[in-house]
């Protein structure tokens, strides 16, 4: 019995000894009040955050206008000369050669000629055509963003959760603060 209980004990002790060995592992001392050790890690899930913005877009389409055009155009002087020179020449013909049959069918063929000018001066004619029309419009995006990991991890036998920056892996490592009670 002596034999079994002296078993008992050398065992219980190497067992403690080990155990003490892995604790003092997985433990450093930072100072006096703190140290580290790890945890579990039961899950990790991503936190992510919606960013949102505008951004500007030109939106640009083709449309059919109208530009107006003076049908008689602004040619009063041209159209003056051109019936000056015909009622000159037909002065010339039928006043048989006469120099006062031919100034009084050019000064005949300007009035005509200026006259036409004037009935036809103010009328338009419409001319189609095609421009490019653009404006700014404001696009919202939106995309997603990683913010962290929630971390939920065991820790002798109790269960905490926090945020972290990165994956921590299987094993969250821990600074543990000792703080006496009052």
Known sequence: MQKHFALFTTILVTGLMASQSTWADRRHRIDNESFTD??????????????????????????????????????????MIVGGAIGGALGHNIGRHSDSA?????????????????????????RRGVEERCQTVYEQVSHERLDGYRVTYRYRGQTFTTITDEDPGKRL??????????
């Open 173 to 182: 490592r821990l600074r543990i603060t000792l703080t006496p009670l009052d």
């Open 38 to 79: 790890t945890a579990k890690v039961i899950s990790v899930t991503p936190i992510y955050r919606s960013i949102s913005s505008t951004r500007p877009q030109r939106e640009c389409w083709e449309e059919e206008v109208f530009y107006s055009e003076d049908a008689g155009g602004d040619n009063t002087a041209l159209n």
């Open 102 to 126: 031919k100034i009084a069918g050019a000064v005949i063929g300007s009035a005509i000629g200026y006259d036409r000018a004037q009935r036809h001066r103010g009328r338009h004619k419409l």
